[in-house]
């Protein structure tokens, strides 16, 4: 079975973008330094 990376990961981006839509949440990327200080200041992010 062969995967479509792209299209799983935009079906990831998609539902995490309706979560964050309906949810207050703070954003922990493991990319970004950032993700640190959101968790520390309570940040939500908002799109």
Do not use: Q
Not at 16 to 33: G, I, K, Q
């Amino acid at each position: 079975m062969k995967i479509n990376a792209i299209k799983v990961a935009r079906e990831t981006f998609d539902l995490m973008r309706e979560f964050v839509s309906n949810n207050p949440t703070v954003y922990l990327s493991t990319h970004c330094p950032e993700g640190y200080e959101n968790l520390e200041m309570k940040r939500v992010m908002k799109l």
